[in-house]
């Protein structure tokens, strides 16, 4: 069994508990759409969430080089896939009859919180690695680099609809890194 074999599976485990965790909210909330309104923001979130989760499988595959079976690498793997776990089981909420525009309001911030703090820590990881010189290109500094400041603004900003933006900016930046290449 290869060193990266070993590590994915459990970062692999729990970023795909992470995922199943926000799509069985969906579902739950999908089941419950006849008697409680789901809401944009709910949705959004959870589009987001689902996109960075996947984006953290393409980085793990195309970085699987230098992923080693260390305490450190194991460790922190587990603190970062964890804190997406927790960030995905927050974005709905348990009961179907609950408030979702209410539940948003609630936990966006630790929604997006954690998935800044996930994002520092793998910026940061392939800094460490590659080093830093191909960070600061245009489609660098657009795509990696507006994500901080933006994720930023929308855990401080008190505006739904400020928020609600930075969200679906966060969410274009997805299908932004592939067609820019």
């Known amino acids: 069994m ?3 074999d070993y590590a994915v599976t459990l970062f692999g485990l729990l970023l795909g508990l992470a995922l199943t965790e926000a799509l069985a909210g969906l579902a739950r909330a999908l089941k419950s759409r006849h008697h409680v309104r789901i809401g944009w923001s709910t949705a959004l979130l959870g589009i987001l969430v689902a996109c960075d ?3 953290f499988w393409v980085y793990g595959w195309q970085m699987r080089q230098f992923v080693t079976a260390s ?7 587990f603190i970062v896939t964890g804190i997406y776990f ?16 209410a539940h ?4 966006y911030r630790f929604v997006l919180a954690g998935v800044m703090i ?3 820590a793998l910026i940061a990881w392939v800094a460490s690695i590659v080093g830093t ?3 600061f290109g245009a489609r660098q500094i657009v795509i990696t680099w507006s994500l901080l400041p933006v994720t930023l603004v929308a855990i ?3 505006e739904r609809g400020i928020v609600l933006g930075c969200i679906c900016w966060l969410i274009a930046l997805y299908p932004l890194s592939l067609f820019w290449a």
């Open 133 to 135: 010189d191909n960070l």
């Open 71 to 77: 305490w450190p690498v194991m460790f922190a793997g």
């Open 2 to 4: 290869q060193e990266f």
């Open 53 to 55: 989760v996947v984006t």
């Open 86 to 101: 927790v960030a995905a089981s927050l974005i709905f909420p348990a009961s179907p009859e609950e408030d979702h525009e």
């Open 156 to 158: 401080v900003a008190r």
């Open 104 to 107: 948003f309001a609630a936990n």
């Open 118 to 120: 996930c994002n520092m």
